[in-house]
């Protein structure tokens, strides 16, 4: 038996969750933890994704994260139903909560997971994205992370059941004040969940020129990031940087333009499906590693696709 978290925001599943119930019951019978509010109609609808049964621990204060409640909650849903895995997302959420709740369930951690090749397998990457390592779990109970982007959730049918669940919280539980939340990804798809991403380098040679990189991004309905040197330098907010250092990410689509391609910035994008490089510079090392490579001017060629783009969504 599994047990998945479910994160909502907003009243609505996130898409990271989302891939991790998909996840999970691709590897058997399992029940999904859902902590905060959400109608019945948004939990119900995970039986498409192959879920029978929804806890939901309708608390508005779950709506925010916080380590020591989500820990009681999942290792007390887990007792619950006789779980002897629990998955996540390997998100802020995941990374910060599954290890609390392998030491309250004295289970063997598998982190950052991208696939599951076989029924006591799974493989995720090593050595920055470089390579990849099957782990084989031997332990009778495990918690698993998902990488986002690495399992895709496809919806068919059905319908879960929701029962209400609860857990005797303490104040101690909620240890800490969360005062205000500011949204930095502007009510855009924070970067995390993007199916597609535009980055710009020093390539766009100042902040006055990050214009043509946010239209392509509006064009496709896409995130926007950068490089760590364009963060550092204050061209960009450092939420937008992608890389070993800043937001690992693994979108379907990722378009890097005047980004040279230094090793630290791969490891934090090598995951993507498709990586588009756009560079007037021919010996660029992202050329190595791109699936398609333009060479020229990105002032030329950015407002290009742009306008690609439009006539094709256009119909034209």
Not at 46 to 60: F, R, S, T
Not at 139 to 166: C, H, Q, R
Not at 212 to 229: F, H, M, N, Q
Request: aromatic letters at 6%.
């Amino acid at each position: 038996m599994q047990l998945v978290l479910v994160e909502l925001i907003n009243g609505k599943c996130k898409k990271t969750a989302l891939e991790a119930v998909a996840f999970a019951a691709k590897m058997g019978e399992t029940t999904a933890l859902a902590l905060g509010t959400a109608s019945a109609d948004t939990l119900q609808a995970l039986g498409a994704y192959g879920i029978g049964k929804v806890l939901h621990i309708n608390n508005e204060k779950l709506n925010q994260v916080y380590s020591k409640a989500y820990t009681k909650a999942i290792a007390a849903a887990a007792t619950h139903v006789g779980a002897d895995t629990v998955i996540l997302s390997h998100n802020s959420t995941g990374r910060m909560v599954a290890p609390r709740v392998a030491v309250r369930m004295e289970a063997a951690l598998f982190a950052g997971v991208n696939e599951l090749p076989g029924n006591d397998t799974i493989r995720k990457a090593v050595f920055s994205g470089k390579a990849f390592a099957d782990l084989q779990m031997s332990t009778g109970k495990k918690v698993i992370s998902l990488n986002p982007n690495s399992y895709k959730a496809v919806a068919g049918t059905g319908t879960a059941s929701v029962e209400s669940f609860s857990v005797d919280f303490a104040d101690s539980d909620f240890d800490y004040a969360i005062t205000g939340v500011e949204d930095e990804a502007g009510g855009h798809v924070p970067l995390p969940e993007a199916e597609i991403v535009v980055s710009g380098g020093r390539g766009l040679k100042g902040p006055e020129h990050w214009g043509i990189v946010e239209d392509l991004a509006k064009a496709l309905g896409a995130a926007t990031a950068c490089s760590r040197p364009v963060a550092d330098i204050g061209w960009r907010p450092h939420h937008e940087h992608v890389g070993q250092t800043g937001i690992t990410i693994k979108p379907t689509l990722y378009i890097a333009v005047g980004i040279s391609g230094a090793i630290q910035h791969l490891a934090g994008v090598n995951q993507s499906k498709v990586i588009v490089v756009i560079n007037k510079d021919p010996e660029a090392p992202f050329f190595k590693a791109a699936d398609y490579g333009i060479v020229g001017d990105a002032f030329e060629v950015l407002p290009r696709i742009t306008e690609a783009v439009k006539k094709l969504h256009a119909g034209a």
